[in-house]
Each structure stands twice: as structure tokens, then as C-alpha cells.
């Protein structure tokens, strides 16, 4: 099914009938899966493009037992698959081969709360959306959000660094994070968990663990900074003539709505039909015109007046200028999700179509569509390649839909996009990660001394490579175990 392959390393053992034994004292009966059902479930991924055998799946319900499953699992060089919600799109958070699946949604408290400061404190197994609920009640958001909303954990969201919809307004999670409560391979519990905005106490480790795809530790309990909520939101639906339009748009946009601008997303033309065809519920926002280029904006404020009135200005001002060429301000909540939907939906309407080649790329905003037009010439009448992403973060997403898995096909896309990427400076995944897809075109956006510092992080934090093998690490796929 999937594109990338790896053998099995002889270093880690076999699940035997003693470890199940043990795994059974440490979290419970009902905290060790071997179901069928279950566990063909956690075995595959959300694209069902990457798939393992795993024999067990276990669900700590606290730290320690997290700690004492690693430090079992590591005397007995047993390999471990640390998962969240399973909606990772780069084959990270499924086994490869037979590894242990670790799944924390079990650790799913909020721990604390601070509504002076905006701080949550809470496990890594908490849903995101659950997250926002509950301090949305109490007049916070969270500062992030994306289609996976539902499902996804604030542990896989740190262990990928997850950009999404809001990064734009509240920047990434290396900043947000503040603190974080993480177990090693060997079971030792790393206790980071910091409440403070500043703290320059020497190196700031956390961020080795944000971003680290479950290869360096399991990430137990997050320390977070989160907005207010407010209450004004403007959210428009645009469509634009040509690319170039939509690059003097975003320049306006950050002009003119400044401080409220709060998303700035893209769909190109095959992007929304794909989501128009595959999602029930949707239509098309502009049906009266026909265009190649669409943008989300949104504007969140807390003035309403004046957010409005800055929105309009905006419009009428890029419309003038030709950059806009029709829109629509949503007029209340549920049209403004209609717009949302078809935006967040687009990967799921992919899915529907059938295989999917997805590339995340970092590119200058001059180069974000080229490499689409690019593509889409190369493959021809072979495949529909289609461009959306969070074009105000310089962040593509290039996607390939096609009948079924090709590998002809698939020779005609990589390392050709890896190769463009790199000839434009740009990052080979801005926010996926690497996991299991992309551990070969890690250098096409690290140097090699990048690269080698990684591994000695790796080898340091995790000695006999048990935790996430065969991900990130270019090497982590071959059978030589860390000295
Ligand atoms: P999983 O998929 O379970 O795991 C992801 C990785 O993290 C794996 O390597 C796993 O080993 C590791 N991991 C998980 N939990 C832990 C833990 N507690 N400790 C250590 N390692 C752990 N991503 C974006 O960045 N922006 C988007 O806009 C975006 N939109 C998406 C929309 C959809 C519809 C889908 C399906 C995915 C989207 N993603 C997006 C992908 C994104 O990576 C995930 O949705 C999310 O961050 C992963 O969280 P998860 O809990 O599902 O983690
Ligand atoms: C998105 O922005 O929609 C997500 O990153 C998912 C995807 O790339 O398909
Ligand atoms: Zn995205």
C-alpha cells in the first residue's frame, strides 16, 4: 500500500507469554488489548497507507505505569509505538512491524487551570477538542486547531508540533508549550513541566521532545498557554483569478486587518471540487464564479463594529485593485463552518477518492503554487494533483490523488518534488513530520551535521533505539543498534 519499507531489526525481541504477564500486572486487565478487532484498528493509520502487526496494545492510565512499561519494555528490548489519536498523515504513530502500540488516551485529565494567566495544565491523552471546550466555557481557546480536532491528543499534537489553522495568529507550539512531563525509554520521568511564560534556566529540552515524534520520549502531561476566546469573528470566502492575486491579497490582509487577522487559508480549484464531490453538505460558496483560486480568511477581534468595518474596507479595497474577484462575508456562525467544512475536509474528501501521495511543504509564497503547476504538468492526465494549505504560513500542501497505489507513478513524483523543494530552500514537511514516510528526504532540507546531531540525541536519550524505531531518523531503518 504505502511507499516506504523497512526491515525488520534483529535487535529487538519477540512478545512473549511472561511480558504479557507482566504488562497485565503494570496496567490492569483492562488496560492490555489483544482484541482482533482492536487492535487492527490501532495497527493501520488514518490514510490506511501504513499498516503493522502488532500482537498487543496497552493503555497506561498514569505515569508511572507509562515509566514502568518502558523500563520493562527496554530491559527486554522490546520496541514501542507511542500513539495518540492515530491521525498522524506521515506513518508515525502505527507499528511498522510487531512494535508494542502504546496509546495514552487514558491519560485524559485536566489538571489545572489558571484563568489570570491562560495556563492548562493537563495529560498528554486529552482531546483537543474536549481542551477547547472546556476552557472555552471559561473564555479561553486553544491555540491551535484543525481538521482532526475530534480525535487528535495534545500529546500527538506536541509530538508533531502540529501547525494548523491558527499558527498564523498564535504561532507554533514551540512557543505556546510551556512546560512538559515526559518519560524516557529506560522509564526515567523527565519532569519539565513549567508553569512560567519566561524561564531561562539553561537549556530549554522540552523543545527536543516537541517535534520529536515519539523517538525520544512519551510525552505525559502538557503545561500550555492558551488566548482568550473573543467574541467577534469574521470569516470570508474568496475566490481570486490567478495565483499572483493571491499573494497581493495576503500582503493586504496583513496591512489592512493587521492585529484580527486570525486564518488565511487556500484551496485551489481542484482542491474544493474534491471536497464539493466527496462531502455530503457542502456547496459552493461563489457558484456564480468559476475560478482556479479560493481563499479563507478569517478575522477574530473583539470589537464587532470595527472588525466589520475593517473587513469591508479590506474587500472593497482588494476587489478594486482586481486582486479579489468575487466573495462572500459569512453572515453568522453556520455559514462561516460551511466555509470551514469545505476547507478541514478536504483530506477526508481525498481519502474518498481513492490513493493519495501527500506532500506538507515550507516554500516562499512566490514558489507556493508553482510546485503544483510543476507537478501537475509532469504527471499530466495520470493523476489529479491538487494544492491547498495554510498559504499565510508559506505552508502547501501538495497532494496526489490517483485510482490506486502506482508505483510508476510514484517514480514520477519522488524524488522530483523532494529535489524542487530543496532547489527553492524550502522545508520537505512543514508540519506532518517525517515519521515513517519521509526518513529518506530528511536531507533534503537537514545538513548532514543536522542530521548526525540528531542521532546523538537519539542515541543519548534512547540507547537501544526502542521507542518509534524505523521513523524520522534516516538511519533508523537499518539493523545497527546505537553503541
Ligand atoms: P498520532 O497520530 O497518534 O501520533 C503522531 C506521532 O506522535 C507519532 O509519531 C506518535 O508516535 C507520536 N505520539 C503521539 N502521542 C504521543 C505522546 N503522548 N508522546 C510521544 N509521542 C507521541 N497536522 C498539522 O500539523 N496541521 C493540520 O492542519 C492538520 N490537520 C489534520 C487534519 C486531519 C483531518 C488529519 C487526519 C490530520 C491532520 N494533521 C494536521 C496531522 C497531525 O499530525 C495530527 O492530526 C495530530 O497532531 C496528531 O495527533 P494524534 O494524537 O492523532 O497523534
Ligand atoms: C490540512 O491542513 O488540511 C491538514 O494538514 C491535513 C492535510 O494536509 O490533508
Ligand atoms: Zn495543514
Known amino acids: 500500500s504505502g511507499n516506504a519499507s523497512a526491515v525488520k531489526s534483529s535487535r529487538f525481541d519477540k512478545l512473549k507469554e511472561p511480558d504479557v504477564k507482566f504488562f497485565k500486572s503494570a496496567v490492569g486487565e483492562k488496560g492490555v488489548i489483544m482484541d482482533k478487532d482492536e487492535l487492527a484498528v490501532a495497527n493501520i493509520d488514518w490514510m490506511h497507507k501504513y499498516q503493522g502487526h502488532s500482537q498487543i496494545l496497552l493503555r497506561p492510565q498514569t505515569t508511572r505505569q507509562v515509566s514502568e512499561i518502558l523500563r520493562y519494555c527496554n530491559s527486554r528490548n522490546l520496541a514501542v509505538v507511542p500513539q495518540g489519536g492515530n491521525t498522524g498523515l506521515v506513518g508515525g504513530g502505527v507499528p511498522v512491524h510487531d512494535e508494542v502500540i502504546m496509546n495514552l488516551g487514558a491519560l485524559n485529565k485536566i489538571i489545572s487551570f489558571d484563568e489570570v494567566s491562560g495556563i492548562l495544565v493537563c495529560e498528554s491523552g486529552c482531546i483537543l477538542e474536549n481542551l477547547d471546550n472546556y476552557i472555552g466555557n471559561k473564555g479561553f481557546t486553544m491555540p491551535l486547531d484543525l481538521g482532526a480536532k475530534g480525535s487528535c491528543q495534545i500529546g500527538g499534537n506536541v509530538s508533531t508540533n502540529a501547525g494548523g489553522l491558527r499558527l498564523l495568529r498564535y504561532g507554533s507550539l514551540h512557543g505556546n508549550v510551556l512546560g512538559l512531563e515526559v518519560v524516557l525509554a529506560d522509564g526515567t520521568v523527565v519532569d519539565m513541566l513549567g508553569t512560567l511564560i519566561k524561564d531561562n534556566t539553561g537549556y530549554d529540552m522540552k523543545q527536543l521532545f516537541i517535534g520529536g515524534e515519539g523517538t525520544l520520549g512519551v510525552v505525559t502531561k502538557v503545561s500550555i498557554l492558551v488566548p482568550a476566546k473573543l467574541g467577534s469573528v469574521n470569516t470570508a470566502f474568496l475566490a481570486c483569478e490567478d495565483y499572483e492575486s493571491c499573494q497581493n491579497v495576503l500582503k493586504e490582509a496583513k496591512m489592512q486587518l493587521g492585529e484580527i487577522l486570525s486564518a488565511f487559508e487556500f484551496i485551489d480549484r481542484a482542491a474544493l471540487d474534491m471536497a464539493l464531490t466527496h462531502l455530503s453538505g457542502t456547496r459552493d460558496p461563489l457558484p456564480q464564479s468559476w475560478k482556479n483560486f479560493y481563499l479563507l480568511i478569517e478575522t477574530t477581534g473583539s470589537d464587532e463594529a470595527h472588525d466589520k468595518e475593517k473587513l469591508h474596507r479590506f474587500l472593497e479595497s482588494t476587489m478594486e485593485k482586481g486582486f479579489v474577484a468575487d466573495g462572500v462575508v459569512a453572515q453568522g456562525s453556520t455559514q ?59 505552508n502547501v500542501h501538495l497532494n496526489v490523488s490517483a485510482p490506486e497505489y502506482d508505483n510508476e507513478l510514484l517514480e514520477k513524483i519522488e524524488p522530483y518534488v523532494f529535489e524542487w523543494v530543496a532547489k527553492h530552500k524550502g522545508s520537505v514537511s512543514a508540519e506532518h513530520g517525517i515519521g515513517f514516510m519521509k526518513p529518506h528526504a530528511l536531507h533534503y532540507s537537514k545538513s548532514t551535521e543536522a542530521i548526525m546531531l540528531m542521532e546523538k540525541f537519539k542515541s543519548l536519550l534512547d540507547p537501544k533505539g526502542i521507542l518509534n524505531p524505523y521513523k524520522v531518523l534516516p538511519n533508523a531503518s537499518k539493523s545497527t543498534p546505537n553503541p
Not at 336 to 362: N, T
Open 336 to 394: 462561516a463552518d460551511s466555509f470551514w467544512q469545505i476547507r478541514e475536509g478536504i483530506s477526508e474528501a481525498i481519502g474518498k477518492a481513492g490513493a493519495v501521495y501527500k506532500y506538507d511543504f515550507s516554500l516562499p509564497p512566490k514558489y507556493f503554487y508553482k510546485i503544483v503547476e510543476d507537478l501537475r504538468g509532469r504527471l499530466g492526465s495520470a493523476a489529479v494533483v491538487l494544492g491547498y494549505g495554510h498559504l499565510g504560513d508559506g
